[in-house]
Structures are given as structure tokens and as C-alpha cells.
């Protein structure tokens, strides 16, 4: 049974920082693409950042230059460093697993951004 399990969300003024962590059990999180998505209301889910298992990343044209996406493939964990936070970013961000067999979800972790 494949896992996904994020943390690090909550509130952060504009301009602040947040560290998002996804921690995957079940897989062979070595050789899984990773990526982050995030849905704000009544919007549509959409890619924020993708790491593949040789470590080639990319970015969303809105985040580039304030995100960043790491992995640590002895803790199984993805992380998104983000910085220079805006209120455009608050969504609900949803950790991404793609391994050779299929995809797997995260349940979610909420970003606000506000003063």
C-alpha cells in the first residue's frame, strides 16, 4: 500500500517562507517521479513542480525563482521550498507520485497566504 503523506502547510504572511514535506512509503520512491500540485478554490489542480529520480526538475511559469522542489531518497521525502509567498499561492498542495505501475495522491495540505 503506497502512502503519501504531507506536512508543513499553515498560514504565512506575503513575502514569507513555508517548507513543504511529502514523506511516501510503499514504493520505490528512488526511481517515482515526484511532482507538487495545488488546487485553490474553485479553480482547477494545477503542476507546480516535478522532480524526476535523476533529480531533473521544473517549475509553473508563476513559481519559478520562489519555489524550489528536493528530494531525499533516503527518507523517501519531497519537499517545496517556498518563498516570497504571495496570496496567489494559497491553495491546498497535493503531493504526486508517479512510479512505474501508476500514480498516487496525497491527501492535501493547506497554504494560506495573508496578512
Known amino acids: 500500500q503506497v502512502q503519501l503523506v504531507e506536512s508543513g502547510g499553515g498560514l504565512a504572511q506575503p513575502g514569507g517562507s513555508l517548507r513543504l514535506s511529502c514523506v511516501v512509503s510503499?514504493?520505490?520512491?528512488?526511481?517515482?517521479?515526484m511532482a507538487w500540485y495545488r488546487q485553490a478554490a474553485g479553480k482547477q489542480r494545477e503542476l507546480v513542480a516535478s522532480?524526476?529520480?535523476?533529480?531533473?526538475?521544473s517549475y509553473a511559469d508563476s513559481v519559478k525563482g520562489r519555489f524550489t522542489i528536493s528530494r531525499d531518497n533516503t527518507k523517501s521525502t519531497v519537499f517545496l521550498q517556498m518563498t516570497r509567498l504571495k496570496p496567489e499561492d494559497t491553495a491546498v498542495y497535493y503531493c504526486y507520485a508517479q512510479t512505474l505501475l501508476r500514480s498516487y495522491w496525497g491527501q492535501g495540505t493547506q497554504v494560506t497566504v495573508s496578512s
Open positions: 522532480i524526476t529520480s535523476s533529480r531533473s526538475s
Open positions: 510503499g514504493s520505490d520512491f528512488g526511481s517515482s517521479g
